[in-house]
């Protein structure tokens, strides 16, 4: 949106001890940006923050994640190769 930093996730969920940031794809050609890419990858080094990219399909797999209080286990992470990756 027009009010966050470039990069920045759509949602972040806060259910303490959880905060969860999430970056909602539609799918198909809706591919993650460089920046976003980057801060999801430094969110995931956080030990208190889980971050994802989800799509769609991962539906089951938010609520999954949203109904406790521990990481899900199907939901996309930043490959180690793309954490630094600024093209």
């Known amino acids: 949106s027009g009010m966050s930093p470039r990069g920045w996730p759509d949602l972040i969920l806060v259910r303490p001890p959880q905060l969860v940031a999430l970056e909602v794809k539609r799918g198909g050609k809706d591919e993650e940006r460089p920046e976003q890419v980057k801060l999801i990858a430094a969110l995931q080094r956080c030990t208190s923050v889980e971050a994802y990219f989800v799509r769609p399909a991962d539906a089951n797999d938010v609520l999954d994640l949203l109904a406790r209080p521990r990481p899900a286990t199907n939901i996309q992470s930043v490959p180690p ?6 093209s």
């Open 81 to 86: 190769e793309q954490e630094g990756s600024t």
